[in-house]
C-alpha cells in the first residue's frame, strides 16, 4: 500500500503521522513545494512579534524525525498534475525542474491555501505575503529593518501582525475595505475592536476603512502605496494579509469536484469524487454545522481535525468529520476576542429571524484586583429559540464564554437551557451569575 | 401583597430585589438575626488573603440601597417560628429578646446554612467558623495574630484559606478525614491538588490526613489540638471548614417536607409542600441533572440562580430551576482546580459503567511564552458512550475546559460528539487539537 500525501503542513502532517501508525507497512509520503513540513502557521505573528526568537520553535515535527518514523518526506518537490485513472502524479523538483511520475493507491490532497497577491503586487521586494515559514521569516527580517509598515487587509492575521509591529515599534498603517477590521464579526463588536486596538498602540496604528489599496509602486528604498479614493503614502513595507484561496488547481484539472465556496468538495469521510482520492485542510471545503450550509473557513484547528478523520478513513477505518461552527479567536494585546456560531448578520443573510443582545459585565468578582469586563453579544432564532452564535471581546476571560456556547450549538441548545447551565463559580473565574447567564436571561425576555 | 423573606445573604437578596421590581406595589421584607444583608460569602476567604483591603467590597447592596428601592430589611431579627395555617411567622428581637409575629401572603425560607462546630469546639475563642461576613472579619483579625493556624477540614474553603493564610506568611496545619484533601474530586485528580499545595507553599504547610481531630483545649494563648489518631499539638487558632449542613429547624417545625439530603425539598418553581411557602438557597435540596437524584450543594452560583426563580414564581409568572450539575472552580496560589457532572467515583456509586481517561496537556501553543499544564479527567458511561462528568487542574486555563464540558451534560452530549465540537484556536489560547478534543478521541478508543 503506498499512500502519497500532497502537502504538509498541518492536515497532511497530520494524516501521514497517524496513516504510518495505524499501518505501520504502508508506504507514506509526503509532497511539498515548501522548504518545511509540520509547522504552525498561526504561531508565525508572535514569533514576527518576538514572544519567542527561534523560528525553530514552531515546528512541529522535523523533516527527520518523519523520516525516523518510516514516512518519506519530499521537500521542494512541487506536484504538477494528478492523473486518477492511472493512479499517479506529476512531481517537479523546484530547484532542477526534473519531472518524474509517482504511483499511489491513495492520495490525501492537502495543498492548503495561498494568500491573494493583487497583480499590482506581483514580484515586489517591498510586498511580504504571509503564509509558509520562510514567508514568516522573511517578513520578520523586513519588519526590523522597517519604521512604517502597511499591512493590506484588517482580518485575523492583520490584527495579529498589528500587536507584533507596535511591540516592535513600528508605526502601521491598515487599509482595510470595511467599516471596521475584523469584518467576521457583528459591527457592534468590530467597532469596539477597532477602537481598542487606536487607544492602545500609543498613536502607532492609522486604520484606513472604506478604501482599498489600488496601486503599489516602489524604488530602491520606499514604497509608495495609493488607494482608490485617492490616499496616497509612502512606506517601507507591505504586508498583504487580504484574505486567501483555496489550492486547488491540480485538483480541478483532475476532474475533482469543487464545492460552491470554490475549495474541494468532500464527504465526511473526506474522499473526494473519485475514488482513492481523498482531500482535507485548507483546500476543502467545510458544512456549517449550524446552518447547514458549505463554506469556506480556513483554520489551523479544523485542519488537524480534518487530518485526523481522512487518516482513519485511508486506514481503512471508519470516522467523520461532521463539521464546523465558525469558532474563531484571536489576540491584540490584552484584548481577547471570540466568536462562535453565526454572528447576526450572517444569520439574517441564512432567513433566520434573529434576536440579540449585547452586554458588557465583569468576567469575575467586582473585589477581585484581576476584574476585567467582558462584552458580550448572543445571537438567537425568535422561531425555535436555538441559540445561534455569540461573539465576546474583553480584557477578562471572553474566550472561556465562547467555547462553553460553542458545546451548547452543536446540540442545538435553546435560550431557555442556556439559562439552567450549571457553571463554574468562585470569585477569581466568574460573577456569581456568569454573562453568558445574564445574557441568556435578557435574551429571553426579548423573545417572550 | 405581602412578601416575607427569611435570610438575605444570596438567594435571599436576589429574590427581595426581583420580585420588588416585578411586584412594585408589594411589601417586601427580609428578616435576617445577621448584622448585613446581600454580600458574597465566597469572596471571604479573598478579603483574609488581603487580596482587597476593604470587606465592605463585599456587600454587593446595601440595606440603604435596598430600603431606598423599597425593600424593608430587617437585621438581628431571628425568626423562631413559622405558623402556616395562620400565616404568620414569629420573631425574636437578637439584642432585646423581644418578640413580635408578622403576617404574609408569601413566605420565602432562605435561612442558608451553618458550618458544623464540634461538640469540642462550642464556646472556645480560639475556634473560628467562616459562615457569615462578621465570622470572616473576626476571623481575618484573628489571623493577622496567630502564628499557626490549624484548620479542620480539607473542602473548597479550607483550601482557599490555606492560599490566603500562607499569603501572610502563617504556618499552616490541615486536618483532613480523607485521604488527600478537595474529597469531592476523584483521588487520582485531589492527590496532585494536595502535592501542589505542598510544593508551593514555601514549607508552611503541613497536612495531616485519613485522621479527625477529636479535642480541643485552650489556655489563655494557646489551643491544643488532639486528633483520633494520637497526635497532640498547639496552635494559635483553629479554622472549622469540616462541612455546612442546612439550617432547616424552623421550617421542619412547621411541616415543611425535608428531601432525602435533610435539606428542604422544592419543586422546579421553589416552592415547598406548603401552600404558599417557597425556599431557595443552601437551605434546599436540589437534582442533580445528569443522574436525575436528589444532592445538597451548597453554591452561591446556585442560591443566586433559586433565587431569581422563587421570585418570578412569587410574582405570579412562571419559570423553572432545573437543577445542578456539580460544577464548581476554586484557586489555590497558580492552580486552577475545577469540575462539572459526575465524578467516577460518585458515578461507580450510581451504578454506571464508567470509562475514564486523564491526560495531561499543555493549555496553548508549546511556543507561546505563556504556556502552562493543565490535567484533565473526562469520565463516560460506557453503555451509553455519554460524557458524565469532567475534572481539571492546572496552572493553565483548566477553568474553561470544564465549563464547555457543563453545557454538553445538560444534552447528554457523547464522546463521538465532543470530538466534532469545533473549539475556538489560535496559539495564545489553546493546542490546535484541544485537550478537552484529545481526551475524548482517547476515551473514544477506550469505549470501541
Redesign the interface.
Known amino acids: 500500500m503506498k499512500i502519497i500525501i500532497i502537502g504538509g503542513v ?1 492536515a497532511g502532517a497530520k494524516t501521514a503521522a497517524k496513516t504510518k501508525r495505524s499501518l505501520p507497512e504502508a508506504e507514506v509520503h509526503i509532497y511539498t513545494k515548501d522548504n518545511y513540513v509540520s509547522y ?1 502557521a ?2 508565525m505573528p ?2 514576527i512579534a518576538g ?2 526568537q527561534d523560528w525553530k ?2 515546528i512541529i515535527r522535523t523533516k527527520e524525525e518523519f523520516e525516523k518514523s518510516g514516512i518519506n518526506i519530499h521537500t521542494r518537490k512541487l506536484v504538477t498534475k494528478i492523473m486518477p485513472s492511472e493512479k499517479r502524479i506529476l512531481i517537479e523538483d523546484v530547484d532542477t525542474k526534473e519531472v518524474e511520475y509517482q504511483e499511489y493507491d491513495k492520495l490525501v490532497i492537502s495543498t492548503g491555501a495561498e494568500p491573494i497577491i493583487p497583480e499590482y503586487a506581483n514580484g515586489l521586494k517591498g510586498v511580504y505575503p504571509l503564509r509558509t515559514l520562510d514567508d514568516g521569516i522573511r517578513l520578520k527580517q523586513g519588519m526590523l529593518k522597517a519604521n512604517h509598515i502597511t499591512i493590506i487587509g484588517g482580518g ?1 492575521i492583520a490584527v ?1 501582525l498589528v500587536e507584533g509591529f507596535i511591540k516592535n515599534n513600528k508605526k502601521v498603517t491598515l487599509v482595510e475595505r470595511s467599516q471596521f477590521v475584523l469584518s467576521m464579526l457583528d459591527e457592534d463588536i468590530s467597532a469596539l475592536v477597532q477602537d481598542y486596538i487606536l487607544e492602545h498602540s500609543n498613536g502607532l496604528v492609522k486604520i484606513i476603512n472604506n478604501d482599498i489599496v489600488n496601486n503599489i509602486s516602489e524604488t530602491d528604498n520606499t514604497v509608495t502605496v495609493s488607494t482608490e479614493k485617492g490616499q496616497e503614502f509612502t512606506t517601507d513595507m507591505v504586508v498583504v494579509a487580504a484574505g486567501v484561496r483555496p489550492c486547488i488547481d491540480i485538483a480541478a484539472e483532475a476532474g475533482i469536484k469543487l464545492g460552491k465556496t470554490g475549495a474541494i468538495k468532500v464527504n465526511s469521510r473526506m474522499e473526494t469524487n473519485i475514488k482513492d482520492i481523498y482531500a482535507c485542510g485548507d483546500c476543502v471545503e467545510k458544512v456549517n ?1 449550524i446552518s447547514n450550509t458549505p463554506v469556506w473557513i480556513p ?7 480534518e487530518g ?1 478523520v481522512c487518516a482513519i478513513n485511508v486506514s481503512g477505518g471508519v470516522e467523520d ?11 491584540f494585546m490584552d484584548l ?1 476576542i ?3 456560531g453565526l454572528t447576526e448578520k450572517d444569520a439574517l443573510k441564512l432567513g433566520y429571524d434573529t434576536v440579540s443582545v449585547i452586554i458588557t459585565k465583569r468576567d469575575r ?5 484581576e476584574v476585567k469586563n467582558i462584552t458580550l453579544k448572543l445571537v438567537a432564532d425568535r422561531r425555535s429559540h436555538k441559540i445561534l452564535g455569540a461573539q465576546a471581546i474583553g480584557c477578562g ?1 471572553a ?2 464564554r ?7 450549538l ?2 442545538g ?1 435553546t435560550v431557555e ?2 439559562i ?11 460573577t ?3 454573562i453568558l ?1 445574564s445574557a441568556a ?1 435578557i435574551l429571553k425576555s426579548k423573545i417572550s
Not at 468578582?365 to 484586583?369: H, K, L, R
Not at 465562547?402 to 451548547?408: A, K, L, P, Q
Request: net charge negative.
Open positions: 498541518a504552525s498561526c504561531g508572535y514569533y514572544d519567542f520553535q514552531l485575523y495579529e454545522m483554520l489551523g484547528s479544523t485542519a488537524n481535525k485526523r468529520f461532521e463539521g464546523i461552527m465558525g469558532s474563531a479567536v484571536l489576540r481577547n471570540s466568536r462562535t468578582a467586582g473585589y477581585m484586583p476571560d474566550d472561556k465562547v467555547n462553553t456556547v460553542s458545546i451548547g452543536l446540540r441548545i437551557e442556556l439552567d447551565v450549571d457553571l463554574t463559580y468562585a470569585p477569581p473565574f466568574s456569581s451569575i456568569d447567564i436571561q
